[in-house]
């Protein structure tokens, strides 16, 4: 039992609900209607618990450390850190410090990338507990590393093992077209098709990526088209950027139901470019934002939604609100637990998050507004812009 009491904005199936004299209750870990009695908090904002729809495990501690494009930033930093990951000591330290930042930074519930070694699953959907994480050990086997590079059956009968063990929690992670080889994403597309499990991916994030995967494949259209055709499409699919898709990518993605994770603050940190917001809203494709660390500086979603309304400023209409749903029911959604969480209401898992507003919601103000106010006022020092969180009603910060 417990319960809250301060001003509420959350994303609601269709709309924005927004509450000044907002109270929150709960029992057994879900929302229920409120009676009230909640422990009353001033000059703060309460938002749904922060979902996180694409994020790298074991390249927390390398986060924002390095400014270069995508594949040399990859070869470089990124594989080397990776690799280090599969040592077990490594991988606990990291592990630890991953989920206190998550915590810290208001996120309960992640779409997480693990290594490329088949035990850094547990670390991902075991070791991150109480937060809500679906995830995988990390597919590749070519175009790497020898010390990453996995064993193509191997890779895919553990993969098996792993969504028997863990059911819809588990999630099929083949980094991306250049690193996985056509067997490796056709036994993907086969596990898809039997098994209740999602996956997650990267797509078009940068043009010499595009162009590696049109070498790679020329007997495909494209690069989205390359993962339609081993049957990675879908609902449960996630994939990460999508920058640089024509009209027929963005057609195909809106009609499989595909979701796209988007990650201003990396694109911005990789110089990827700045992925066009309006034209895949025009498409009815599905979006959610992340933080992609560890190409993205740091784990907070809020500095994600102020640079999301930064970059799409004048370009795309965009709004406070839509990037709180992005933030929350979107990213909760695109990780199969929108029936759960992303919304304050009765029914949902207790994932609560107050957000700290200089001066409290002002009279007369609207909720946005005063989200707007908290973003911009935080730059650079997220966590002091969190004042509470709570996971299933428990209280982690
Ligand atoms: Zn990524």
């Keep these: 039992m417990g319960g809250l009491r301060a001003p509420i904005l959350s994303p609601t199936g269709a709309g924005l609900f927004f509450e000044r004299d907002g109270a929150l209750s709960w029992a057994d870990g879900l929302l229920v209607p409120p ?20 994020v790298h495990l074991p390249q927390y501690r390398v986060r924002g450390r390095f400014q270069e494009a995508l594949l040399p930033w990859l070869r470089e930093h990124i594989w080397p850190e990776e690799a280090r990951f599969g040592e077990r000591a490594y991988r ?18 992640a779409l997480v990338y693990g290594a490329p070694s088949a035990d850094t699953a547990h670390a991902v959907l075991r070791d991150l507990a109480p937060l ?18 996995r064993d193509t059956e191997d890779a895919l009968e553990t993969s098996r093992q792993h969504a028997e ?15 996985c080889s056509p067997r490796l994403m056709a036994g993907c597309g086969s596990i898809l098709a039997v098994r209740d499990v999602g996956l997650q ?26 993962y339609a055709h081993f049957g990675l499409l879908g609902p449960r699919s996630v994939f990460g950027h999508c920058i640089h898709l024509d009209d027929q990518d963005l057609q195909q993605l809106a009609d499989s139901g595909s979701w796209v994770a988007h990650c201003p603050t990396s694109n911005i940190a990789l110089g990827s470019g700045r992925m066009p917001l309006e034209r895949h809203l025009a498409a009815g494709v599905n979006v959610a934002l ?8 740091d784990l907070s979603m809020l500095d994600v939604m102020r640079s999301f309304l930064e970059v799409h400023e004048g370009a795309a209409e965009v709004s406070p609100g839509q990037a709180l749903r992005l933030a929350t029911l979107a990213g909760a959604r695109a990780m199969g637990e929108g029936s759960q969480r992303g919304v304050l209401l009765p029914g949902r898992a207790a994932d609560v998050v107050a957000v700290r507003i200089p001066g409290g919601v002002g009279r ?4 946005e507004a005063a989200l707007r106010r908290a973003l911009f006022a935080f730059e650079g020092r997220y966590e002091e812009a969190i004042a509470g969180v709570w996971v299933a009603g428990e209280r982690l910060r």
């Design 201 to 226: 991916t990267h797509l078009a994030e940068n043009l010499d990526e595009v162009a590696w995967v049109a070498e790679l494949h020329p007997d495909r259209r494209s690069y989205t088209d390359v």
């Design 35 to 54: 009676d009230g009695a909640g422990e009353p908090m001033a000059d703060v904002l309460l938002i749904p618990g922060l979902v996180d729809a694409h």
């Design 92 to 109: 606990e330290g990291v592990t630890s410090e991953f989920r206190d930042g998550l915590i810290a930074a208001g996120t309960t519930a």
């Design 165 to 179: 063990g863990y059911g819809e929690r588990y999630v099929l992670t083949p980094r991306f077209a250049p690193t």
């Design 290 to 297: 992340a933080t992609d660390v560890g190409a993205g500086p």
């Design 132 to 149: 809500c994480i679906r995830g995988g050990d990390v597919l590749m086997d070519r175009n790497s590393p020898e010390d990453l590079l």
């Design 364 to 367: 007369g103000e609207s909720g």
